[in-house]
């Protein structure tokens, strides 16, 4: 049930097993440029990227919430050989960032040079239209 992202896992995407109809206002924040997760209203826990019940109490009761977008770069790891489907990208930086609510986001990092990118430095994740109209978040410098 627990989606745990992995520096593996090349492509961003939310757990495949939620229904698009409870995720659908993850993606409408995206539009506004929000990246929100959800909350459990029994236990508290915050979840991202967004789950539809808490794994924790199993509890359906989620909220949306709007993250803060302040993190900190845990890990970082530069992707110089693409996956099949990332071919079309120029070599790329992935980055886990703890964000000040506690949860841990998997994104790309962009705006710095590789040489610039340290672990706990200060990042901002950032909602992002790509030019080929596909929502997503990324790291950015703050
Ligand atoms: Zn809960």
Do not use: N
């Given at each position: 049930?627990?989606?745990?992202?992995?520096?593996?896992?090349r492509?961003?995407?939310i757990?495949?097993?939620?229904?698009?109809?409870?995720?659908?206002p993850?993606?409408?924040?995206?539009?506004?440029?929000?990246?929100?997760?959800?909350?459990?209203?029994?236990?508290?826990?915050?979840?991202?990227?967004?789950?539809?019940?808490?794994?924790?109490?199993l509890?359906?009761?989620?909220?949306?919430?709007?993250?803060?977008?302040?993190?900190?770069?845990?890990?970082?790891?530069?992707?110089?050989?693409?996956?099949?489907?990332?071919?079309?990208?120029?070599?790329?930086?992935?980055?886990?960032?703890?964000?000040?609510?506690?949860?841990?986001?998997?994104?790309?990092?962009?705006?710095?040079?590789?040489?610039?990118?340290?672990?706990?430095m200060?990042?901002?994740?950032?909602?992002?239209?790509t030019?080929?109209?596909?929502?997503?978040?990324?790291?950015?410098?703050?």
């Open positions: 049930m627990t989606y745990m992202p992995s520096l593996r896992s492509e961003i995407k757990a495949p097993q939620t229904p698009i109809s409870k995720i659908s993850f993606w409408e924040g995206l539009k506004e440029g929000k990246v929100l997760a959800t909350k459990c209203r029994k236990c508290g826990k915050l979840y991202f990227p967004p789950t539809p019940d808490c794994p924790e109490c509890s359906s009761e989620m909220e949306w919430v709007q993250l803060s977008c302040e993190a900190e770069i845990e890990t970082f790891t530069h992707v110089v050989v693409r996956p099949a489907s990332f071919q079309h990208h120029k070599p790329y930086t992935v980055a886990i960032g703890k964000l000040k609510e506690g949860v841990k986001v998997l994104a790309w990092l962009t705006g710095f040079k590789l040489s610039e990118i340290k672990v706990g200060k990042v901002k994740l950032a909602a992002k239209t030019p080929e109209g596909e929502l997503t978040y990324e790291f950015v410098p703050p």
